[in-house]
């Protein structure tokens, strides 16, 4: 029989839950989860340790206080740094094949916990229980990918340019990684790079997200039960108020050798500038401002269909969601006429754990004033409102339809990370393209066409490191990720993702005799 913890939420919001005693929210929003993931203290060298203080983990859908964290500092982020060094020449030294067996277990609890993983990130993140389970699902599936890249890191012999040598190519690991993490998906994220660092001979220091630091925790815990040697993975969760001082630690530390951050490209930039100081390698996965275009020749039905899954996925809070909506004027109106009425048929407001929830809250308040502000500066410029448009207590904001949308306002000049749908009309091929690479970033781009030229025109002009042709969801740990312009450097998934974490060293081997 296993032990639970019970974690009440109490804060009732009425314009989201109405009619609804405090009783009936604590006895239908309370999380139960197995107490030995519910992990509050920092994990460092293989032990759980405590800081001086703690900080809040705060249910999003009702602002309840679910768990207190150790609030780490940079004594402690250097404390992980150290750990994660001295294991690293032990760690380097395991087969290919015994870390990939390591990394499998790993992915076998992820699997046999998916549901109280997903409970973490719902109660911490704000996500619906399906999204929660597809994130876990999604996190296990980068630990599998990369226990099995593990024993493909090969090498190169070149043909050599005189016949007393031979040239050998040799893939080594980098060394230590830091690894900083946002908290729309505080479970994948981690899994993502630290399959791909630990597959290659490295260790790890985690920094999540102050947010969700708890899905972090968790995977620590499970990390140990797999059998991850001591100080290959350490977490330093820390507030928002520590955060620079630890970032500050795990970009300048000279024993750290690799930064692989997600997030914004503002923080992106200030953690290149900190890394250059000792010229880290840097895997940087930064904002997006993902184009969705409409052409005349699209079917209508499964281009809607995508623009809902593209959009409206974690509320609108992940960083390939659709932002600007472009619809070519031949079938404008059909499409938004369809659009809406998806809309209303199929998103509901709630709780991340009522099964009939489709939309949970935002992350915080301070998320939903900027999808508030977008909005009220959209309909100022002469923007209207065909669904939504209403910000509701707390973190919530109603799923917002706008059409009448033009490229001076903000929401189609600034990532927007919420439930915004603003759709821009267009009449030609070559006007989208221009608008859809007007921007300065470049990481996802969407477009619905049934004309095969146009695909591929579309596709090779477009200015982004992913594209989706007649498809909203594209991610998969077997493709790469990754964006171009100011949407970051370097690849995650795929092959091609345990090459951030490697060197090539170059081996000339002289003086032989024929």
Partial sequence: MRSFCLLRTRYLLHQVFPGQSITTMQRKYSLNVCAQLL?????????WISAASTFPVVDPATGEEIAKVADCGPAEAKQAVDSAHKAFYTWKQYTAKERSVLLRKWFDLLTLHKEDLAKLITFECGKTMKES????????????????????????????????????LLKQPVGVASVITPWNFPSAMITRKVGAALAAGCTVVVKPAEDTPLSALALAELAGQAGIPAGVFNVVPCSREKTPSVGEVLCTDPLVAMVSFTGSTATGKILLKQAADTVK?????????????????????????????????NSGQTCVCSNR??????????????L???????????HGSDPNTTQGPLINVRAAQKVENQITDAVSRGATVLRGGKRLDGSFVQPTLLVDVTTD?????????????????????????????????????YFYSQDISQIWRVTEALEVGMVGV??????????????VKQSGLGREGSKYGIDEYLDVKYMCFGGLTH
């Fill in 39 to 47: 992990r509050t203290q920092g994990y460092i060298d293989g032990h």
């Fill in 281 to 313: 390698k840097t895997s940087m996965e930064l904002g997006g401002h993902a184009p969705f275009i409409v052409f005349d020749s699209a079917d209508v039905d499964k281009a809607v269909a995508g623009a809902m899954a593209s959009k409206f996925r």
């Fill in 409 to 445: 306002m903000l929401c189609t000049q600034q990532e927007t990370f919420g439930p915004l749908l603003p759709v821009i009309r267009f009449n030609t091929e070559e006007e989208a393209l221009a608008i859809a690479n007007a921007s300065q970033m470049g990481l996802a781009g």
């Fill in 340 to 350: 809406g009425q998806a809309m209303d048929t199929e998103l509901r407001l709630g």
């Fill in 325 to 338: 909506f472009l619809v070519q004027n031949g079938i404008h109106d059909h499409f938004v006429k369809k």
């Fill in 470 to 483: 007649n498809e909203g969801i594209i991610s998969t740990s077997e493709a790469s990720f990754g964006g």
């Fill in 133 to 168: 389970l597809a994130e876990i699902a999604y996190s296990s599936s980068f630990l599998e990918w990369f226990s099995e890249q593990a024993r493909r890191v090969y090498g190169d012999i070149v043909q050599p340019n005189t016949r007393d040598r031979r040239i050998l």
